[in-house]
């Protein structure tokens, strides 16, 4: 049996406030396509399939699109809500749903009833658990709420309650943060590591299918994984490698894992150097400049209008820093100075050189010095 694992598709999101619909339909085309050359048995979604509880009219469409081509191949398709969603919104005529395969985990009420998908060879037992909060499952199990002091024992009391057959194959759907996976700036962090789960509360698993984390990695044994997302969200995910997971099973003892690189429409990536380095034709050319960027000038000086000029070049410049003397170092003025002692040039200076980590150049130093003269005329 194989099946698609995917998870944080984020349909809707905006990144540094650039749309990224039209690279998500890019993206889930190409999925498509894999899905296509390999035909699975079952394409698992594990959470976070919007990016927001109230998505965009456009995010509702391209869902709806993406689900009603996968309604048109012969594939078993789970979805389970994830932080991000709604799922209320979510599960919305999920029974209708069902009947063409599309099968959506409604909102938590302490029942998960497997689905049976068998072929040939095997016989696998789906279970699809939502993101759930300690909260979540204390209302459905008020008698054990005692027992539920974190994420991991209320998980833990979660998948007791769905009566798991450890002699059958069983894979999971959950979205919930394992403690050991590692982060990046896209994903909601919880302040103390409140949300960690335990890998161990999933040992009746064969197969665990993770959302939540953005980056694709197994955790403490090959078969709890994080397919990761289809697209980079953030600068901090520059360096992943975006992919498909596909996890083959012949039996409880025999799971294969495998990937498929997935192929942007725009890459996600930094440039770095002078002004002058970034707008060189020799430096650019023959490279992808309409892919996403994030300039870093190492200028000591900030370049007027440096974003706008640097979009005629890389029309999704998304973000722009700089680094040099003044960013390296952040310097603190711990007591007040000596006001009245010194001249307003002076004390202007001192400020510069603070703030900037330099002394002002001469030109500035002029510059300064007519302003205030100017200043103190019109007093």
């Not at 789906?126 to 204390?138: A, G, T, W």
């Not at 894979?171 to 590692?182: E, I, N």
Request: with cysteine.
């Amino acid at each position: 049996m194989r099946l698609i694992h995917l998870s944080d598709l984020h349909i809707g999101k905006r990144v540094n406030e650039f749309s990224m619909i039209e690279d998500q339909r890019y993206i889930l085309a190409q999925i498509l396509h894999i899905i296509d050359e390999t035909s699975p048995d079952g394409v698992l979604i594990s959470g976070d399939v919007y990016d927001k509880s109230v998505p965009s009219e456009e995010a509702v469409k391209l869902l709806d699109e993406f689900l009603t081509k996968l309604a048109g191949r012969d594939v078993e398709v789970f979805i389970i809500s994830g932080n991000h969603d709604s799922a209320v919104k979510l599960s919305f005529a999920s029974g209708l749903i069902d009947q063409s395969g599309i099968h959506i985990s409604p909102v938590y009420n302490g029942k998960v009833t497997p689905f049976v998908l068998s072929d040939a060879h095997v016989s696998v037992n789906v279970y699809m658990l939502p993101f759930v909060k300690p909260i979540d499952v204390r209302a459905a199990f008020p008698e054990e709420a005692d027992r539920m002091k974190d994420y991991t024992d209320a998980c833990r009391v979660a998948i007791e309650h769905m009566e798991v057959d450890e002699t059958a194959c069983n894979v999971l759907l959950a979205h919930q943060f394992v403690t050991g996976a590692s982060r990046c700036e896209s994903e909601e962090i919880s302040v103390g590591g409140l949300d960690n789960v335990d890998v161990t509360v999933f040992d009746s698993f064969d197969y665990v299918a993770l959302g939540h984390i953005h980056g694709p990695q197994k955790i403490g044994r090959e078969t709890v994984r994080y397919c990761g997302t289809p697209l980079k969200y953030s600068f901090s995910e520059e360096k992943h490698h975006k992919s498909v997971t596909i996890v083959t099973i012949a039996d409880k003892n025999r799971i294969e894992i495998e990937t498929k690189d997935l192929h942007p429409l725009h890459d996600l990536r930094q440039i770095r150097g002078s002004y002058e380095e970034l707008t060189c034709k020799a430096g650019y050319e023959g490279t992808a400049t309409d892919d996403y960027i994030h300039a870093v000038l190492t200028d000591e000086q900030d370049i007027p209008h440096a974003m706008a000029k640097l979009r005629v070049i890389y029309p999704n410049l998304m973000k722009l820093t700089y680094d040099n003397a003044r960013t390296r170092e952040n310097r603190v003025i711990d007591d007040a100075v000596d006001v009245e002692h010194k001249s307003p040039m002076e004390l202007f200076e001192e400020f510069y050189e603070m703030q900037n980590n330099q002394p002002m150049s001469e030109e500035q130093r002029d510059f300064v010095l007519g302003l205030i003269e100017s200043i103190w005329k019109e007093d």
